[in-house]
């Protein structure tokens, strides 16, 4: 992991940046599901700054991978909404950060459904062995997209985890997240 390139959203009147950077994540998904590599992590720069990911999705990776991702023209459609920087070395002096998907069971109704599906429990069985009040609530950023299996839109809620002096490999999943691996963070 040696080169990174910066994607910044430009302000639009018609559309917010959350929604921008959810079509963004959406299209890079598609991007990294057909460049089929494990090689290239993702960052929000910003994401210190506030409640949001901010307007900057970093990429990270080798030069020769993101070469390639961007050979995909997976960009179709956001060109007019964003600034591409180019192909760049990461710094010298950099700490390391893993980022990292986190998945909340926020929906009720939806474990009541495979509560009923897997155990054959009525619906009042089901609301009593798990009420309203299970629902969890997650803080972390997010970008909102759309299950390609039933076309339902979810939140991706995106976690970074503490600076590290020293970098952790591993493997990046087609979300350009990673469980285990670090990417650079300046």
Known sequence: MDHYLDLRLLPDPEFPATQLMSALFAKLHRGLSDLRRDDVGISFPEVDAGPTLGTRLRLHGPADALELLLALDWLTGMRDHLHLGGLTPIPAQVRWRQVSRVQVDSNPDRLRRRLIKRHGLSEAEARQRIPDSAAKRCTLPFVTLRSNGNGQRF???????????????????????STTATVPWF
Not at 155 to 177: A, D, K, S, V
Request: charge should be neutral; charged fraction near 10%; glycine fraction near 14%.
């Open 155 to 177: 939140p991706l809620f995106i976690r970074h985890g503490p600076l590290l002096e020293t970098p952790i490999p591993g493997t990046f999943n087609c979300y350009g997240l």
